[in-house]
């Protein structure tokens, strides 16, 4: 309403908001960090989490608990919350919130049906699956037999909750094979289709369609949620893609000419104009530096195609690029004990850091939707950190390895910046 | 001072003047009691919306944090303060509406025109019943906005002292400020009607 959201947002999502904005008190402390990491074994691990929000989830698992299921509890007691949101909010906020979790559905979807492909158990399958993204109508996926994905399409895809991305998708798929412009949907057609694909495959196409969708329909929000959501949604896509090409420069099949321009942009989020009609494309790098981004093949170019972005910023942080780690591995640079212990940034971690910077930030405004998305990833974040912390715990590694100290304790760095002014 | 209407009548000119006829043509009285009107009706508006900003958030907050309920009825009490305000306003308002004449008969009879003879009260009965009207404009604005303002200052209070119990004296002195806007708006509007 005229940007008067300070006004007109409590009519419908103050009391949603203030639930997540209490719920933020929850997040676990630099000290239970700590405690967590003093422990010896995983029954004095469970001890200090049942002090913490987790406590009612996990209190009642047999000792030791195994990571697998701290995680899916850890997982489960989030899921809870969001549902619980999901009911306390009204439209647009629910859509908002549903289409949060799509992202996790999809990858549960894709999951399941690979297993049922390799004929694995269906009970076995819920059981392992992310609770995030689960939803009751993956029962339905039983129903499929054999090879007949056509059916499977046609019968239990379309009516999911993430049954447009599907559509989109073989959209997408069909449109790009199709070279003489006729677009082909019969059902023998997406049989061959769904055969020829890889389930990786097809989640990352399933989930660069998710984004898209997402963004978009962050754009009709009000100007604060417009603005927060695009930042963060740009960010994470365009990290999403500096991370798939710094990944992708040691592998031969993906950074020599033909799969830069072919294969490599297939998952990227923010270049590709292959599909450029139907997925929307988002991220600050495009469209300026999509041709370098195209081009780069070792990390320097990769550092220029970021230049003037604080990716360039974050790049510098990285200490273990690709072409040097050949060097080490054929000899060229023998470091020895000595820096063995020395605390290296990969790609994953300064990348992790910076999101978790960015989530915190997003709870700086007030009156907007970002705060639901912030949340669900910053706890996805500390529920990454348990786990981690729980492996090291469980085996022991000693105290003065590096890994001990990769978790990122989210609110934090705005207070030290703070400080610091 | 004489008024356009008064004028008028002396050059004999009897006829329609122009379309700000119209607002001498409305009864003082009607003035009167729309600046009632507004002083309280505008302050309500401010205040209720300023509750239901700090209360969702406020409630919202309580779930994880019950112990902020009571402190933050501050808030709540804040936006009330707007609404009796306005009361007060209300009331002064209405005494002076007391004191503008019952009785507004024409002084000449011998106009055609009955809508020209009205203007034709007494300029002092005017005067009083437009300073009514504005100083409850003035009241009910100002408190509208106040109210609004000490919501949303409201919510944040809430939110922060969910989080961190040592803001919350901090934000109640912003809130302070917030809430001394609807003052100056009674006390101009005091000052308005004054002479009325």
Redesign the interface.
Known sequence: MLGLE??SF??DD??????I??????FLKEETYNQLKACSNLNEFKLVLEDTDYGSYIVNEANPIEIVVLKKKCKEKLMSEITHLIGQSTQPLTGFLQMMLHGYQIENVVGVIEGVKNDQPLELLLKGLDPLGYFPELKNIRTVEGDDYATLYQQVLVDLPIGNYFRKFLEVCIGSIGNDGAIKKDARFISDLMKDYKAEKIKNMLKKIWIGEFHRYCMQLPDVSRQVMDDLLKFESDCMTIQIIFNSIDIKGLSDARGREGERRKYINNLGKLFINLISIIGYLYPDRDRELTEADNFDKLKDACKGFEYERMLQQVSDIPSSKQGGDFGGKNDGGANQYASTMSIDDVMFTEKSKRYSMAFEN?FHYGVFYAYLKLREMEIKNIVWLAELVSIGVPRQMPGWSKFVVPFKYHKEEVQQN | MASLATQCYAAGQYNYQGWKDMFYCISPHSWAYMGVALSIGLSIIGAA?GI??TG??????????PRIKSKNLISVIFCEAVAIYGVIIAIILLTKCENLPKDLTPLNHDTVNTFIIKLIIDDQALWSAFAIFGAGISVGLSNLFCG?CVG?TG??C??SD??TPSTFVKILIIEIFGSALGLFGVIIGIIQAGKA
């Open positions: 300070m006004v409590n009519a103050g009391y949603p908001e203030a639930i904005r209490s719920l933020r008190k929850g007030q | 919306w239901f900003i969702s958030s406020l409630l919202g907050s309580s779930i994880k944090m609004v949303v919510a944040g809430a939110l969910a989080q």
